[in-house]
């Protein structure tokens, strides 16, 4: 039988991560997080001093990182170089480190060969910038994800409070870096930030967790029948 792949795209904030692991544990898909991968990467090139901003020295750096994915108990694990760095991805310093490595094309490339090898082998359902546009392309669903940005400023900072790893950040100043990131995300002139011509726009600014997923999960009986 083919296997089913579901790509989901969208700026940050926008609950895309949650809405996917949920899906994929009711549909007993693999879930792939490949925002979580570049943030491995990013873990690295802090960890090492190597400064984001250049860019011959983050490309310099990407043979001496091995990235793996294991799961146990059906939640994902970074594993940086033999270390779980799971715990240490989430900080704003990693996100934005992560924003920034994430367009130089040669970091693209080192993980993409990995994603797209994933999804051949099983049933997933895939994250990110450019899922449905570059990493999978012939996905039987595309979903692009968004929401206002002050809705997903509150839902970060409510996640970053949640988890204990609010520092210094403030509600204007989380804000203030998503529409940065957004710009950054959408204008990088590799794989950039756009929704695929067949993808379906889901706006849940308004809408609960529950009713996105119900209304993915009769997307896709429309497309597969299953």
Do not use: W
């Amino acid at each position: 039988m083919e296997h089913i792949n579901i790509a989901i795209d969208g700026p940050s904030g926008v609950g895309k991560s949650t809405m996917a692991k949920s899906l994929a544990k009711r549909l007993g898909y693999t879930y792939i997080d490949t925002g979580a991968m570049f943030r491995t990467l990013a873990v690295y090139f802090i960890q090492n001093g190597i400064d984001k901003d250049d860019e011959a020295a983050v490309v310099a750096a990407l043979p001496s990182c091995s990235v793996e994915i294991r799961y146990e108990d059906g939640q994902q694990h970074m594993i940086l170089n033999g270390e779980d760095v799971t715990g240490l991805i989430r900080t704003e310093e990693v996100s934005e480190a992560a924003s920034v490595t994430s367009q130089y094309v040669e970091v693209r490339k080192k993980l993409l060969d990995m994603q797209r090898e994933m999804a051949k082998k099983q049933d997933v359902i895939m994250d990110g910038r450019d899922i449905g546009t570059v990493v999978l392309p012939d996905a039987k669903l595309k979903l692009f994800v968004t929401a206002r940005p002050e809705v997903r400023a509150e839902r970060r900072y409510k996640q970053l409070l949640e988890s204990g790893k609010l520092g210094s950040e403030t509600l204007e100043s989380i804000t203030k870096e998503m529409r940065e990131r957004d710009h950054r995300d959408s204008h990088r002139e590799h794989a950039p930030l756009i929704q695929a011509e067949d993808a379906v726009l889901l706006d849940n600014s308004d809408m609960t967790e529950a009713e996105a997923e119900d209304y993915v999960l009769s997307l896709l009986k429309e497309r597969t029948g299953r």
